[in-house]
């Protein structure tokens, strides 16, 4: 077998990979006990005010402990706030468990 259809199949199937890949359910947040929702808003609210402007929305990635800027096609609502992630794979982190994920204010 020669070189160049060993490479196009590589190709192929890596792109099928790719494809599959971005592919997953859009993350819906997981449910938050009722004893916990309180110790939540306060950390979502600590979060939209770390940019200064206190508007429901979280526009520094909360998975990256609000270091890294959030992008709007990321994104994921929340108690009422709009959070903004630097990825998919963050949006999917935070979706599975916001309270190991946002920081405490």
């Not at 060993?6 to 190709?11: A, F």
């Not at 526009?59 to 994104?75: F, I, Q, S």
């Not at 992630?85 to 190991?100: N, Q």
């Amino acid at each position: 077998m020669t070189k160049k259809p060993v490479k196009m199949l590589s190709t192929i199937c890596l792109a099928g990979m790719l494809l599959l890949g971005a592919c997953s359910k859009d993350s819906a947040p997981k449910e938050i006990p009722a004893d916990q929702k309180e110790e939540l808003k306060a950390r979502l609210a600590a979060a939209d005010a770390a940019d200064g402007d206190a508007d429901m929305v979280v526009n520094k990635c909360a998975t990256c402990a609000l270091r890294m800027d959030g992008k709007a096609e990321n994104e994921l609502k929340l108690e009422g706030y709009t959070l903004h992630f630097c990825s998919a794979h963050c949006k999917e982190t935070c979706a599975k468990d916001p309270m190991k994920v946002i920081p405490k204010g």
